[in-house]
């Protein structure tokens, strides 16, 4: 047993967060994980404690998307860490960095079946498949190592969850202090060659468009500035949402999804994808056939051929290639863009290079295309989602322009928020988009609230998501954070009862009533109310705001997603 003042292998992990910058860590002490808790009690590293670890692992994953650096948690042994797998999945489903340290059996035990406490019976190769990696370590170096080689990694990779594996005897071993120290990292270049041919296929374009998802988040003066060059219309993914402004004239929103959008992305003569798999679940289960040259730009080598080929692949990070390749369209044009959402510049004087772009004007063009497609979008986004409109103008003419939503996988969120509400910057719409788990809002809002302290941040969710996690209110509560969690409640799973009935499958397991939601806030140690009218919405915002503490806010809807009047 490691005393009080020995150095442990728990006291090089800590020292390996410390030291690449990490400022606060999600976990729950349990009997095999008490080393690490006594390092990081003697550390200036925050702890937070979740309720449950499946809700410390959802609030890492939120505390990520928005402050852009990567969530860290403690679990104990077996259920600790099976607890948090559904968290793990949501960040790999959605490029999240977040390491998650367990302890295991000690070395030479894997798979023993001996009836170890907390025993699993083969811990990392269950978590191989749920991570992009799980490592099990044999020495206090190499676990040091390997979180050094993970944050080094993920400044240039795509981001996805890592497993860390501590077995109990290296956890509590000593440690001499000879571990490496972190490691430097580059932004991936493409070839010369590469991005050559990508810049004359966009030169050469009359309808492009621009796809950006959520490996671009870094990349918003780029991508914005190689819009303006171009006069081409761009759409996000969800994870993508903001990259460009959506008040921006060439905005067509995080409108992937919706048949206008995926058409003109069809109709363009060359597609410019940044940061995007064009996934399955961006895309509803529509399979995109371009017509014209598709640019693929990732830094994950394994993307950029999958779901939409590519005829032009570049292998590179997106804030560096997008920004080239405006760079190279400036140089070669020889004016300034002439596309701005102030309007449209004059070309440059005399006409001049205006035949790098065939003679058009870009920006005009662009901006009508754009404004069409919108048109279109919008109409498709209310035939499916009008019923949402409403809570979600309410909510953002009454809230800061700069608000972090925090979406459950709700309908709330993918058929309100993500058409109805604009946002101008990433990393303002933290929401499960690929994994679209359930109970995600509340816990992500918490962690969103840690990462911008000084940001206004709501939670948005049915009745059903949230009792996936409704406990997580108690760490709202104990760290006095000023939170509004929005439960639209319409006593169910209101999107599986439509689906049933569509399928002539009588109703069963959907329903959910007798639940007192704003009585679970005060249970919780925060407060609760009814809104019987969204007009009464913005004053309960106004009440909830201004205390230290959770608020829910109980609104009840119809089963059309209406809200009661």
Request: hydrophobic residues 45%; contains cysteine.
């Amino acid at each position: 047993m490691a005393t009080e003042s020995s150095l442990t292998g728990a006291a090089a992990v800590v020292g390996a967060l410390r030291g690449n910058g990490v400022e606060t860590v999600f976990g729950i002490p349990g009997t095999h994980n008490l080393e690490l808790y006594r390092q990081l009690a003697s550390s200036d590293i925050r702890h937070v404690a979740p309720r449950h670890e499946q809700g410390g692992g959802y609030a890492a994953d939120a505390y990520a998307r928005v402050s852009g650096r990567p969530g860290v948690c403690v679990t104990t042994s077996g259920p600790g860490l099976t607890n948090i797998a559904t968290a793990a999945a949501t960040a790999y489903a959605d490029s999240v960095p977040l390491l998650v340290i367990s302890p295991g059996a000690p070395l030479g035990q894997e798979r023993a079946d001996v009836g170890w406490l907390h025993e699993v019976k083969d811990q990392r190769a269950a978590m191989d498949a749920l991570y992009d990696r799980s490592v099990r370590v044999s020495s206090p170096a190499q676990a040091a190592a390997v979180i050094h080689e993970t944050f080094a990694r993920w400044r240039v990779e795509r981001p996805r969850p890592v497993h860390l594996e501590l077995p109990l005897d290296v956890l509590e071993s000593p440690w001499d202090g000879a571990a490496p120290g972190p490691l430097e990292s580059a932004a991936l270049l493409p070839s010369a060659g590469v991005l050559a041919g990508a810049a004359a296929a966009l030169r050469g374009a009359s309808t492009p468009l621009i796809v950006l998802g959520g490996g671009a988040r870094d990349a918003c003066a780029q991508a914005v500035r190689l819009a303006e060059l171009l006069g081409a219309p761009v759409a996000t993914s969800v994870s993508g949402k903001g990259v460009v402004p959506e008040s921006h004239p060439l905005s067509l929103g995080a409108g992937v999804g919706l048949g206008p959008v995926q058409e003109a992305i069809e109709a363009a003569d060359v597609l410019l994808v940044a940061g995007s798999e064009l996934a399955d679940s961006d895309l509803w289960g529509v399979r995109l056939h371009p017509r014209g040259t598709v640019i693929r730009v990732d830094v994950d080598l394994r993307q950029l051929h999958k779901n939409v080929p590519a005829d032009i692949a570049v292998h590179g990070d997106a804030a560096t290639v997008l920004g080239a390749l405006a760079d190279s369209l400036a140089d070669a044009r020889g004016d300034t863009p002439r596309d701005t959402p102030g309007g449209i510049q004059a070309a440059s004087p005399g006409g001049a290079r205006d035949d790098v772009l065939g003679g058009r004007a870009p920006g005009r063009h662009g901006q009508e295309r754009a404004a069409r497609v919108r048109a279109a979008a919008e109409e498709a986004a209310m035939s499916v989602g009008a019923a949402w409109r409403p809570v979600q103008e309410v909510l953002r003419d009454c809230l800061p322009e700069d608000t972090i939503v925090a979406g459950d996988s709700a309908q709330v969120s993918y058929f309100g928020t993500v058409p109805f509400w604009p946002m101008d910057a990433p990393r303002r719409f933290v929401y499960p988009t690929g994994y679209a788990t359930l109970g995600y809002a509340v816990p992500a809002a918490i962690g969103a609230k840690l990462a911008a302290q000084d940001r206004t941040v709501i939670a948005l969710a049915g009745d059903g998501g949230t009792l996936f996690s409704v406990q997580e209110l108690a760490v709202a509560a104990e760290l006095r954070l000023s939170l509004p969690v929005i439960v639209m409640n319409n006593h169910g799973y209101a999107e599986i009862r439509e689906e049933m009935l569509a399928r002539n499958i009588p109703p069963v397991a959907v329903d959910i009533d007798g639940i007192d939601f704003p009585a679970l806030g005060r249970a919780f140690g925060g407060r609760g109310e009814r809104v019987a009218d969204l007009a009464e919405l913005p004053a309960a915002l106004k009440r909830a705001l201004d205390v230290n503490g959770p608020t829910v806010i109980e609104v009840t809807v119809d089963g059309s997603g209406s809200s009661a009047t």
